[in-house]
């Protein structure tokens, strides 16, 4: 006959099935628009293990792979001003904007390279710890609204307002925006963000995506009606402002 075992409560977590992910695009495979503009962080939906297979996104077409990386450059951009960030945070965003810079144009030119598929997972997940370890600001509030209000595409819509945002930002954070340029190889962050979507087969528009002209006023008073922390403060004229610059799919430059 077998042997009793007797129960031993400090491996009860080794016999639970381990929540995997396999992401399908290049940003980290985490988030998601909800309804309206409601979010959630729970650590009962982390995954305990994410599986970054190069071969997996092979057939992702182009245009998916740009805004995708872009999405997960917005991760390490927020890294660099956010309220809890740290040195080591601040490397590794830096790090993970440099690897996809370099990268997203490679796959542009050739979507079966290899190496540039391997860099730029290697930068998804660098900006996807990122996010998992910092809070998000204002570039997040707008696109978790405009996404979830107009059910606009989530990767497209990090893509097109992720310039405008930083560009607001930018007289703030001179730290972070010096980062960010080197990540770019460029003088100046905006112009090194603004040259890289030039290249890349994305939508630069809200209105090329879905989104009303008539929905601009709605959402700039959802962005300001209950905030996320943002290190320059921002009023309701001016997120009409910024959104209404990328609904036209504006070049990204400083606001007043």
Partial sequence: MPRAVKRDDRYRNLLRPLRTEVPRCIREGSARHLPAEATRSDPRVLPKVVIYDIDLTLSLPIGISASSGLNAIAHAAEALY?????????????EGIAALSRSLPAIM???????????????????????????MALHHKICHTLGGTFNLPHAETHAIVLPHVLAFNAP??????QRMARAFGAVDAIQGLNALCARLDIARSLRAIGMPEDGIERAAELVVSNAYWNPRLVDR????????????????????
Avoid at 82 to 94: D, F
Avoid at 172 to 177: D, N
Avoid at 237 to 256: D, F
């Fill in 82 to 94: 956010a309220r809890e960030g740290n040195p080591i945070i601040s490397l590794m965003a830096e």
């Fill in 109 to 135: 030119a050739r979507p079966d390279d290899l190496e540039a598929r391997s860099d730029a997972l290697y930068g998804a997940w660098l900006c996807g710890t990122c996010l998992g370890s910092v809070g």
């Fill in 172 to 177: 703030t954070v001179p730290e972070a925006m």
């Fill in 237 to 256: 004229t001016q997120a009409q402002e910024l959104i209404r610059r990328a609904w036209h799919g504006h070049t990204a430059r400083e606001m007043e």
